[in-house]
């Protein structure tokens, strides 16, 4: 299950990639080159650690941008058709109720890549993203987690 959706994205997670990108290859790359420049412009680099430090955030940055360049080009991008209003599914924007605290929660089901806890991006493999998959409006489900078990109540499920 983890392989069929890991390049599946939603329109929302291949743009940010895309900007990413685009950021990565014009911002950040020129704030690398000064960097490394001014580092250069020292004198000797054995022993320069801010020339070091530029050098190892280059790499990163060429590894983040190889990274994304090989995502973006395998990626397949849901359309709204593809994502169903009537049971939890990648893509699927969905309400769930945490049936001890009453307390309500408005997350986006995405692939493992477009994460973000943060943003309520939830992962279909993750665990709550594997308990809800597939389940219709008023479903409840326990979640088992490191920190115990959680039962949810699906509330909406949307695009």
């Known amino acids: 299950m983890a392989d069929e959706n890991s390049n599946v994205y939603t329109s929302e997670g291949f743009n940010r990639l895309q900007d990413e990108l685009s950021d990565r290859k014009t911002r950040v790359t020129a704030e690398i080159t000064a960097r490394l420049a001014e580092a250069r412009a020292q004198g000797d680099l054995s022993e320069n650690s801010e020339y070091?430090?530029?050098?190892?955030?280059?790499?990163?940055n060429e590894a983040r941008i190889k990274e994304?360049?090989?995502l973006l080009r395998d990626a397949v991008v849901l359309s709204d058709d593809e994502i169903?209003?009537?049971?939890?599914?990648?893509?699927?924007t969905i309400t769930l109720r945490d049936e001890e605290t009453k307390e309500e929660q408005e997350?986006?089901?995405?692939?493992a890549n477009e994460e973000d806890i943060f943003e309520k991006r939830l992962s279909i493999d993750s665990p709550i993203g594997?308990?809800?998959?597939?389940?219709?409006k008023g479903s409840v489900v326990t979640v088992t987690t490191p920190s115990g078990?959680?039962?949810y109540k699906i509330v909406k499920i949307g695009k």
């Open 84 to 92: 169903s209003k009537t049971k939890v599914s990648l893509g699927s």
């Open 107 to 111: 997350y986006s089901l995405v692939n």
């Open 52 to 60: 070091d430090d530029a050098k190892d955030a280059q790499a990163r």
């Open 149 to 151: 078990a959680f039962k």
């Open 68 to 70: 994304i360049e090989a």
């Open 130 to 136: 594997k308990a809800i998959e597939g389940k219709k």
